[in-house]
């Protein structure tokens, strides 16, 4: 039986091969969006969580003008990291209401932007201080993030939940402090996002608990103060890492916060996941431009580190995703096909510096010139972060559903 990484990578291979026909003689490559593959993701988040809960997309994540108006046609949310995603949501047709936004540097003068723009959006303040910048009657609705100080086992890099952590309100500050913060603020909303790639729920279930903790001693406060307003919305972020093998992760995480944090369910949820949702729902493929007799066999490709920014910069490589390679005929071919001679190749980038490897020694079939490297798993957090690095074109974004195909946008200069 073939693997779901197999499965995913075979998937994607016959993305590209639909989306050949489409193609102009200077598109060296693609990115493609699988938009059941998508939906199926979508689909298992909802069914992870009461039917009450609302999901927003991170933008961040994939932040496609087409992706963002496919995602509000379906009901979602999204989740915004600066005034700029804010924009592009609404011009995506987002309503205020279906926005958060998250920024931890938002200026003064982004505020009265969201006061005058954003009526009944959720910002979530990073900080006390920020807090004190916002309007004595707000328009939106005032959420204040808390960092719950838990063991995440995320990535270094995507660790957000460690004492010297940037966001948020640590959850070890004097409880007075905090509580008096959001009563004169008028917080009505608490906010966590732990981290990202975090690799089991574990940490989230525990941050939820503290997140209602301090909900519930914040509105006893209130309550002892004689203050009608209370913490009416929990958004408890994203951060979930992505499953080749379905929903096991994200529907464990839902049926351990109705057992053991049932309580969080009495609030208004929201959720602000990314990676999980996005990530296999993507693919790219590379037409190889040459291939040549090195140290060790070289394969020369039109995607590097300006796609794949976090895996050659961080220097994990990009071998984990799944390989195909797309014969220019459209015969699909992958290594352990039967019959398929294999080779090790040093897959390297486009870009003008040594360390812009995709994989060396990635065991492919033999590769020539002309073939398609298909790469499965490779929609979250990629096209987001384009490198101008050398200023070479973005590709062709296409989206695929039941079959069909249709071209997002066109190769363009990054602009
Ligand atoms: C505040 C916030 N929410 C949600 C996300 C999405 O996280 P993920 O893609 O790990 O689900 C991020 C990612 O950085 C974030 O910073």
Not at 199 to 222: M, W, Y
Not at 340 to 367: I, S, W
């Amino acid at each position: 039986m073939r693997s779901s990484l197999d499965q995913r990578t075979r998937a994607a291979a016959a993305s590209l091969v639909a989306t050949l026909p489409l193609r102009s003689d200077d598109d060296t490559a693609f990115i493609g969006v699988d938009l059941d593959v998508l939906g199926a993701q979508l689909a298992s988040l909802r069914n992870a969580f009461p039917d009450s809960v609302r999901h927003s997309i991170a933008i961040k994540t994939m932040p496609h003008p087409e992706m963002l108006a496919h995602l509000i046609d379906l009901g979602f949310g999204l989740e915004a990291a600066s005034l700029e995603e804010v924009q592009l949501a609404l011009a995506a047709g987002a309503a205020p209401s279906d926005l958060i936004f998250d920024s931890p540097v938002k200026t003064r003068s982004e505020i009265a932007w969201c006061q005058a723009n954003l009526p009944g959006a959720l910002l979530n303040a990073n900080s006390i201080a920020e807090l004190h910048r916002y309007p004595a009657s707000p328009s939106f609705q005032v959420g204040l993030r808390i960092n719950p100080e838990v063991a995440t086992g995320a990535p270094t890099e995507f660790d957000v939940s460690g004492e010297r952590s940037k966001f948020g309100v640590a959850i070890s500050t004097p409880r007075p402090v905090l509580v008096d913060a959001c009563i004169d603020a008028g917080v009505t909303a608490l906010h966590m996002h732990i981290g990202s790639q975090v690799p089991t729920c574990d940490a989230h279930v525990e941050a939820v608990g503290r997140l209602l903790d301090v909900a519930a001693e914040l509105d006893a406060v209130r309550a002892e103060r004689r203050d009608d307003r209370r913490i009416t919305t929990l958004d408890i972020g994203g951060g979930m890492r992505s499953e080749v093998d379905g929903d096991a992760v994200m529907s464990l995480y839902g049926q351990r916060l109705r057992a053991e944090r049932p309580s969080l369910f009495d609030y208004d949820v929201r959720t602000e996941f990314g990676q999980w949702v996005q990530a296999n729902a993507g693919w790219a493929a590379t037409r190889i431009e040459s291939v040549e007799e090195r140290a060790a066999p070289m394969a020369f490709v039109h995607l590097g580190a300006d796609y794949f920014v976090r895996d050659v910069y961080g220097a994990s490589g990009a071998s984990s995703y799944g390989f195909a390679v797309v014969r220019p005929d459209g015969r699909v071919a992958m290594a352990g096909d039967d019959a398929e001679a294999t080779r090790p190749y040093d897959v390297v980038g486009p870009l003008c510096f040594a360390g812009d490897v995709l994989a060396r020694d990635l065991v492919l079939p033999e590769l020539d010139e002309g073939d398609w490297l298909v790469i499965a798993g490779t929609g979250a957090n990629t096209l987001g972060l384009w490198s101008r690095h050398c200023g070479r074109a973005v590709p062709k974004v296409v989206a695929s559903a039941g079959g069909d195909c249709v071209v997002w946008s066109g190769r363009r200069l990054p602009s």
